[in-house]
């Protein structure tokens, strides 16, 4: 789960009552808040060090969609989760804000529970996609290369086949964590049909005699499912 905490958000509206409506709502629920009354001040910050920013459309000389349009081409600041706000809730003024890389477009007038709502969701969804899968899963001898696709026990390879690995790989990144043979057709197998759950055990069977003596680490957690012991 995603917490609020040590998150930094930037809202920049010309509409200075709602800047801090808005700052005050976040604080309540554990965001750090600043707050910029213009494009032109936001520039002025080190927008590097926030995780989110909230940009207002229709301001001043510089607009949201121009500020958002140099934030993205410097290449100096990281690529920051931007929301717009706006009054203007056009289909082209949406397409505008999405092209310019936005994580989403709130139209005016909006609830406050909204805006908390889709600032939570948006950095979910970012802390999903920047969590990082190590290239090297290890066990003592036991290593999976996940870049290569290449398992090998004592430095000698092992010929297993995709399925084989990333059960693998799925039991090995989870240890300790048992996975039902549901779970693991979900997330091995996909989308495909027409797979049963003792498709599951074949493959254990297969794996544990292929890793040599790390199959008894792969432990059958009976009416549960699968899990790695360490």
């Not at 040590?6 to 509206?13: E, G, K, T, W």
């Not at 229709?58 to 717009?84: C, D, H, Q, V």
């Not at 609830?111 to 969701?121: N, Y």
């Amino acid at each position: 789960m995603t917490t609020t905490a040590n998150y930094r958000i930037l809202v920049v509206d010309d509409e200075e009552d709602l800047c801090e409506i808005l700052k005050f709502n976040l604080e309540v629920e554990g965001f750090d808040v600043d707050t910029a009354f213009s494009a032109e001040e936001a520039l002025t910050k080190d927008l590097s060090v926030y995780n989110l920013l909230l940009l207002d459309v229709m301001m001043g000389e510089m607009s949201g969609f121009k500020l958002a349009n140099e934030i993205r081409k410097n290449e100096s600041i990281p690529k920051i989760p931007i929301i717009f706000l706006t009054a203007k809730d056009t289909e082209n003024d949406k397409l505008t804000g999405f092209n310019l890389g936005a994580d989403d477009y709130i139209s005016k007038p909006f609830s406050i529970r909204e805006v908390v709502a889709r600032v939570k969701a948006v950095i979910r969804r970012t802390a999903e996609n920047t969590q990082t899968v190590p290239d090297i899963l290890t066990y003592e001898s036991l290593v999976i290369d996940l870049t290569k696709k290449k398992t090998t026990v004592d430095n000698t390879e092992i010929q297993l086949t995709k399925k084989e690995f990333e059960i693998l790989k799925l039991l090995l990144s989870n240890a300790g964590h048992v996975f039902s043979r549901e779970e693991i057709l979900s997330k091995v197998w996909s989308n495909e049909v027409y797979v049963l759950d003792r498709t599951v055990d074949v493959n254990i069977t297969r794996l544990r005699k292929k890793i040599g003596k790390y199959g008894k680490n792969i432990v059958t957690r009976l009416g549960y499912g699968y899990c790695f012991e360490v």
